[in-house]
């Protein structure tokens, strides 16, 4: 290939996508689409002339001094657009561009009509289904006029084009403005059509949506000869237009064909490059023309701004396309049978893609110099597999892009129209990105067959994009989850595969998710303590796995991340007696109470405390709090802590109308629960009367009436400790219990934090809440997995006041994924709570020595913030800029060297788990734990029966034959 031209605090993340103050009805609006799709005029009242001197006239009056005609929406889809910011059919000409840019609700209304024009093509013109043809009710010469005009408007300002590429681009595919409409689409929805009429079409039409060929059109034809008889006039009259479709699709773009774009540009080096890649490529063969449109791709991305004239950016961007689509169109043409040309092959389409918007600039940067050209006759297992990883992550990065910029509206959508859940995947496979993932797949099988580092995933195609981030094995039921998972209900004994797991999961089996997602997320640690495994796969698997949705199966992932998952009747012997019952205390933990005391009844400042405080008056986030705050003095915030004893002074005051205690209450519960035990009922049973129970405990617990001498003692320490009044303060309120973080167990995020609380009731409130928060569902049921005598969880609180952060996260003082000890995993995102709570989190390893590597770019497009009146606000962010600086990823391991040495010159030792922030590039400090991992998992002979020894160090010719 020739050189390229060119902390935190635990916050419950919340799905935003547009204004909380809309309210949707989603069985009224499914209601509407139900009703419109029946309606001869669909959405649409009545057409009208629109003056331009602001009057309306009826169809037959044309306006006198011009004007133009269209529809007019009906009343309750204009309520529906007022109550609900939800906008069926909508009319560009009848819009202003500022309503249709809708910046304050993330962009809502111009992805609504993008997702629109995807449900109307594979689902018949979806609310349009009639109303498509109503004369007059659209003017397609008008709304290219109006593309134009909000395209010159959109593109003057230099922000929308640096902040969000990717998604101008894409919506500039979309919104009608020079007459070309995206034939990739039409394809791909006519070729679904007719499989969903006819399923023998079916596997043409997997192969047409996933790796489309001109050969196609032969199959179609030929499919079409040998079903003749079986097919309808209409199914005739649909393989007819496919065809057509096709033929236009695959027609080559011709190189002289894009001089039309450089009318309007103004820049002369933009301008030259134009003209010198149509002059030296119009003659070329196809792979010359693809290495050169990749390139022409990628300078018109870093030099767009260059350019002055909107009307010249608008043609950049329709180039950029237009070169997109000759590369998509040829590449069957580009030979990839040895290493080097597939090498090639992959690192062109990598700069398209990344040409194309789907990663940041400064993202690309991190990743080209690992595909650059493979030089020699040879080059070695490990630096092959190097290339692969960073291809996989342009792969992968780019899919994240397009989740952060579409999944919002996707996931307010499928509250009401299950369709719109393959608009995402569409979007990848309408780009260059399919190719490009194609290509992975294939150097990715050949790197299996020479490491022997195989994936053995039932039969499905790709396997080289599953790879294991947790080690363990699990044995149960698969369930796919398709669209959003958040307010599932799981099944502990079952293996999920997800999009995106719930921020709030129960323990289940077995997870794979689509992308890595946060590393050093709660959810990630605690699947990682408990040998849970869990598996990175693409969108494209999941789809393969929905074949294997409800059978059951055994799945397991190695210590070096290969991943097995095979049909119950194949596991072999080993893998059964794997499952075989166990006593409940193998493995189990017992939480200490021999040096609890429960006799302090008052509240102690947080400098009292340190490391050795835990599991006495409090548990390890408030002692590690304390014996960072004697370490890092100007690091750590003020606060106080409510100690177990106040927890247990209240838990003994009598039930309001009881004969018996809230403590006795509690304990009855586990009393009962070992009696059914014994008198051999279910597992199940035990567990429902427990989660009853528990339920019916805090509810008490929220109606328990503080006393007197702990209402005054909390007066006081706000006024002596934290230096304010009462009631003045914002703060969070931490829950703290006795069995977080012991030797081989971590509880985070189990239990509750209150964030920003500021009013008086509010926080005495929240008090009874955080010490009810141990009893919750989730909570209890993570627990259960370890914990031999969970009735002796006590819970204390940290009470601290935020810092408004403007990025936090996590630090974890060893490679979290390679296990080397000489490294750091950090994870951040913007705001306050970053990285903790599964958020698409910026992720770097960086080395002792000062060497740092970008592990995955963050893809989190909210955020949030702390607001002074208390509680907080969601904002929104985009990625053109990484979110740590060199500066801070330097202070991180100043910062870590000196933890480490503090930490053990007192007989701590790591590793650790660091919940951090940075305000101003003052880094504060807010919680430490030790970071644990389940020995079981990663000393299991099973586990290391199947992690193959790998020479990372053997050579590969770089002609041998693929």
């Known amino acids: 290939m020739r050189p390229l031209l060119i902390f935190t605090l635990l916050i419950p993340f919340i799905a935003f996508s547009q204004n909380s103050s809309y309210q949707i009805d989603n069985k009224h609006v499914k209601s509407l689409i139900s009703k419109y799709k ?267 701004l260059e350019e002055k004239n909107v009307a010249g950016r608008l043609a950049l961007f329709d180039l950029s396309l237009k070169l997109e689509s000759l590369i998509t169109k040829q590449i069957d043409e580009y030979p990839d049978d040895d290493v080097t040309t597939l090498t090639d092959k992959i690192c062109y389409l990598s700069t398209a893609s990344a040409a194309s918007g789907y990663t940041e600039t400064w993202e690309w940067e991190m990743l080209q110099t690992s595909l650059s050209t493979v030089d020699g006759k040879n080059t070695t297992l490990e630096e092959l597999n190097a290339f692969l990883v960073a291809a996989r992550n342009q792969l992968e990065w780019g899919t994240g892009k397009n989740n952060a910029v579409f999944n919002p509206i996707v996931e307010l959508y499928e509250g009401f129209e299950p369709l719109v859940h ?6 990848i496979r309408g780009s260059v990105a399919l190719y490009l993932g194609n290509s992975i797949g294939k150097l990715g099988q050949f790197i299996t067959e020479q490491s022997s580092l195989s994936n053995q995933v039932l039969d499905i195609s790709n396997q080289s994009h599953l790879h294991g981030l947790n080690p363990g094995y699990a044995y149960g039921k698969l369930v796919v989850v398709e669209g959003s998972a958040e307010d ?134 408030a002692a590690n709090l304390g014996e960072l705050k004697e370490n890092f003095p100007d690091d750590v915030v003020e606060g106080f802590v409510i100690p177990f004893g106040i927890f247990l002074d209240h838990m003994k005051q009598t039930i309001p109308g009881e004969q018996q205690t809230y403590w006795d209450y509690l304990n009855g519960i586990f009393a009962k629960a070992e009696n059914m035990k014994s008198s051999g009922e279910t597992d199940a049973n035990i567990e429902a009367y427990q989660l ?93 997995k370890l914990l031999n005598n969970p009735e002796n969880v006590y819970p204390s609180i940290v009470v601290i006041p935020g810092v408004n952060n403007d990025y936090s996260g996590v630090m974890i003082t060893k490679g979290v994924t390679t296990g080397k000890t000489d490294e750091v995993t950090v994870a951040f995102s913007k705001g306050v709570g970053g990285a903790v709570d599964g958020q698409a989190a910026e992720t770097w390893t960086v080395k002792h020595q000062g060497e740092f590597h970008l592990i995955a770019p963050a893809r989190e497009p909210f955020y949030k913030s702390l607001l002074e009146e208390g509680g907080i606000e969601t904002k929104m962010t985009t990625f053109e800029t990484p979110i740590l600086s060199v500066q801070n990823i330097k202070q991180l391991n100043l910062f870590r060297e000196e933890l480490e040495s503090k930490m053990e010159a007192k007989g701590i030792h790591g590793p650790f788990d660091v919940e951090l922030g940075f305000k101003e590039n003052k880094i504060w400090l807010f919680q430490v734990r030790p970071f644990v991992e389940n020995k079981n998992a990663l000393s299991s002979d099973y586990l290391q029966s199947i992690t193959p020894d790998v020479d990372l160090n053997k050579e590969i010719a770089l002609d041998v034959s693929l």
Request: proline residues 4%; glycine residues 6%; contains cysteine.
């Open 692 to 784: 009853s129970e528990l339920e019916n405990l805090r509810q008490l617990i929220s109606q328990m009436s503080l006393k007197d001498s702990f209402l005054k003692d909390i007066n006081r320490s706000f006024d002596s400790i934290l230096g304010v009044p009462f009631g003045e303060q914002a703060v969070f309120l931490r829950s703290d219990t006795n069995m977080e973080d012991l030797g081989n167990f971590t509880g985070a995020g189990l239990n509750l934090t209150l964030f920003n609380v500021l009013e008086k009731e509010k926080i005495l409130n929240g008090i009874k809440t955080v010490w009810a928060s141990p009893y919750t569902e989730r909570s209890f049921k993570w627990r259960q």
């Open 422 to 427: 393959s608009f995402l995947d569409d979007r």
């Open 38 to 304: 029946k309606d001869p005029r669909g959405p649409y009242k009545d057409i009208r002339w629109f003056c331009d001197d602001s009057t309306i006239q009826m169809p037959k009056e044309p306006c006198e001094e011009g004007g133009i005609q269209h529809a007019r929406y009906k009343d309750e889809v204009e309520g529906l657009g007022d109550k609900s910011h939800i906008f069926l059919g909508q009319i560009l000409a009848y819009t202003s561009f500022d309503e249709f840019w809708d910046q304050e609700n993330y962009h809502s209304r111009i992805k609504q009509y993008m997702i629109e024009k995807y449900l109307k093509s594979v689902d018949d013109g979806w609310v349009n289904r009639r109303g498509q043809y109503y004369r007059g009710a659209i003017q397609a010469e008008d709304e290219a006029a109006w593309g134009i005009d909000f395209f010159h408007w959109l593109l003057k300002e230099d922000e929308n084009i640096a902040k969000h590429f990717y998604f101008v681009r894409q919506a500039i595919k979309d919104i009608p403005h020079i007459g070309d409409d995206n034939v990739t689409l039409r394809m791909r929805s006519e070729s679904k059509s007719i499989a969903d009429e006819f399923e023998p079409f079916m596997n043409l039409r997997i192969k047409i949506h996933g790796q489309p060929q001109v050969a196609d059109i032969q199959d179609v034809l030929a499919f079409k000869e040998k079903q003749a008889a079986n097919l309808t006039p209409e199914l005739n009259k649909q393989i007819n237009k496919l065809v057509k479709t096709m033929k236009e699709y695959f027609k080559p773009v011709e190189v002289e064909s894009l001089t039309k774009y450089l009318q309007d540009v103004e820049e002369e080096q933009i301008r030259n490059q134009i003209e010198n890649y149509i002059s030296l490529y119009q003659n070329e063969s196809a792979q010359m023309k693809i290495q050169g449109a990749s390139e022409l791709m990628w300078f018109i991305r870093e030099h767009i």
């Open 488 to 621: 599932l209900s799981v099944n502990p004994n079952h293996i999920y595969v997800f999009a995106r797991p719930p921020s709030d999961l129960k323990p289940v089996a077995g997870i794979l998710n689509v992308s890595e997602g946060n590393l050093v997320s709660h959810l990630q640690l605690l699947a990682r303590n408990l040998g849970i495994p869990n598996t990175s796969l693409s969108s494209d698997n999941v789809n393969t796995l929905k074949a294997f949705d409800g059978q059951t199966v055994f799945y397991a992932v190695s210590n070096k991340g290969n991943v097995i998952m095979k049909l119950e009747k194949d596991m072999t012997e080993v893998e059964r007696k794997l499952f075989e019952k166990k006593e409940r205390n193998t493995n189990m933990i017992t939480v200490p109470t021999d040096k609890i005391k429960l006799d302090r009844t008052t509240i102690i400042n947080l400098r009292e405390l340190n490391a050795k405080s835990s599991g006495i008056y409090c548990g390890p986030k």
